[in-house]
């Protein structure tokens, strides 16, 4: 079983690094992010041994990359017939869904892990809450792991990349922003308490103000599990058609 | 071996396989032959478990394909059509991809890959990526794909489309000598292929079978009489067709030619019992007729084919 998604993570990720698209996504992301701190928002200037205007834009940033990762992850497979290939290989349909998901979650480990050059070389000037920093990276990690599952989702929908693109962002862009709704106008406060609780944002703000709460936790591991086993059922379902 | 029963698929609103039933015994290769859109794609996908039949049943080593998917898959070597490959890997790449998924180990892997590579003739580009392959190559590394974990059968959807003569023949002497050893079954539009390598022929036309046997056994069925082509050496010409009508081996005259005073061209229909041919034979020989030629006309694939698939075609419209 867990040899069966390897194979699948293997596979996904060669292709990612045989292309040029894990390099770009990486190193656009990585600039531009810099950029943001250190240019748009002033982060020497200020003097303020801080993270949290970094961590802070990470959702929009999401809103595009994760979909750059995903995108071509099913449509393309579909497009090229290789889904064909792939579903008659003695895989089973989460098998392959946690597969394309482990490779996607990996590269943006990496990401991540590339971005940290920053706090550690920024460390010398300042003094930074590491546990804060430590809360921040566990909940985009966390963030992201639901983005992409969302990404692979939608991407399972079409045979277009460029389609399965834009309507993950789209998607993304909803459940991420819908908590904001409660900040334009007042709305009753079951309806503001619901739509808080539906919206990636919401539960993104403690990890980003340096807190762990499990029930944010919780959140974004359910709602990964969630479109992962829509992603699944997807693929089942198409066999009847 | 594999026991289809019945099977449907309905794409939506189209039918496009509408109640198939066949059999498929161990060490057969079989053909499904028909034009394009007649089902045989389709077909190929429900016994491979990547579709679900929308009604019957399809039964491999008794188990139901849909109820079994996993154990089945391992059991089948799969070639779809067009050879769908993950271009951004390279070929080595792509056959340790299916080794793995394969659960292919140890020394095991190791062979098997090497036998394909030998066998599809894929040692000069197993480190190019797989974009930049010949359509030749691409179909090989797809079948290399079907062969690597050796299974008992072997799925094939056209399996020789886009290759050139040579490359044509390379795949066929490798699936016919697979073949021996595995059920196989591969479609085809090319009447050839079916000849050269099925043992029995599947003709499908607007997802009904509409013929099944050897090419032998379809044709008579369809032409239903025999036909013969005879050429005598006669003394006189003029009391032979009387003795024509008398002999009891020959349905009717097709066609009469006196070439020169003693020399006769026929087309005759024979009865159908399986000693007529025989019968004319002595028949000649007791009238002190000689032949100069004796031909029985062999009815071709091509034909049971543009026969079967046009007939259905004028009835659809």
Partial sequence: MLANILTITKKELKSYYNSPIAYIVKAVFLVFMSLWLFTVNQFIPRGIADLRIYFMMIPYVFIFFIPAITMRSWAEERKMGTEELLLTLPFKEYELVLGKFMAAFFLLVIMFCASLVLPVSLSALGDFEWGQIIAQYIGVILFGGACISVGLFVSSLSRNQIISFIFSALTLFLIIIISEVNRMIELPLVIGNFLNALSFNYHFEAFSRGLIDTRDIMYFVLVSGFFLYLNGKVLVFRKWL | ?317
Avoid at chain 2, 115 to 135: A, R
Avoid at chain 2, 145 to 150: L, Y
Avoid at chain 2, 248 to 270: A, C, M, P, T
Wanted: a negative charge.
């Fill in chain 2, 1 to 317: 071996m594999i026991e289809v029963k019945n099977l449907g698929k309905n794409y939506g609103s189209c039918k496009a396989v509408k109640g198939v039933g066949f059999n498929v015994h161990n060490g057969e290769i079989v053909g499904l032959l028909g034009p394009n859109g007649a089902g045989k794609t389709t077909i190929m996908k429900i016994l491979t478990g990547y579709l679900y039949p929308t009604f019957g049943t399809v039964m491999i080593d008794s188990k139901d394909v849909v109820d079994h998917a996993n154990t089945i898959k391992a059991m089948i070597g799969y070639l779809p059509e067009n050879s769908p490959l993950y271009t951004d890997l390279n070929v080595y790449e792509y056959l340790n991809f299916v080794a793995d998924a394969r659960h292919l180990v140890n020394e095991q892997r190791k062979e098997r890959i090497q036998w394909v590579i030998d066998e599809c003739g894929l040692k000069s580009v197993l480190y190019k990526n797989i974009s930049e392959l010949s359509k030749g190559f691409k179909q090989r590394a797809g079948l290399a794909q079907a062969m690597i974990h050796d299974p008992k059968i072997l799925i094939l959807d056209e399996p020789t489309t886009g290759l050139d003569p040579n490359q044509i023949l390379d795949i066929r002497d490798l699936i016919k000598r697979m073949g021996k050893e595995k059920t196989t079954i591969i479609s085809t539009h090319i009447l050839q292929e079916v000849e050269a390598i099925c043992n029995r022929v599947l003709i499908l036309n607007e997802g009904e079978i509409v013929a099944q046997g050897t090419t032998e056994e379809i044709g008579k069925e369809l032409k239903g009489e025999e036909l013969l082509h005879l050429t005598l050496k006669v003394e006189d010409t003029g009391s032979v067709k009387q003795e024509l009508v008398n002999c009891n081996n020959i349905e009717k005259v097709l066609v009469y030619e006196e070439q020169d005073k003693h020399r006769l061209k026929l087309k005759l229909s024979l009865k159908s019992h399986k000693d007529a041919l025989e019968g004319i034979f002595d028949w000649t020989v007791s009238k002190g007729y000689k032949i100069l030629a004796m031909v029985p006309e062999k009815i071709s694939l091509e034909d049971i084919f543009i026969k079967l698939t046009r007939e259905g075609g004028d009835n659809a419209r």
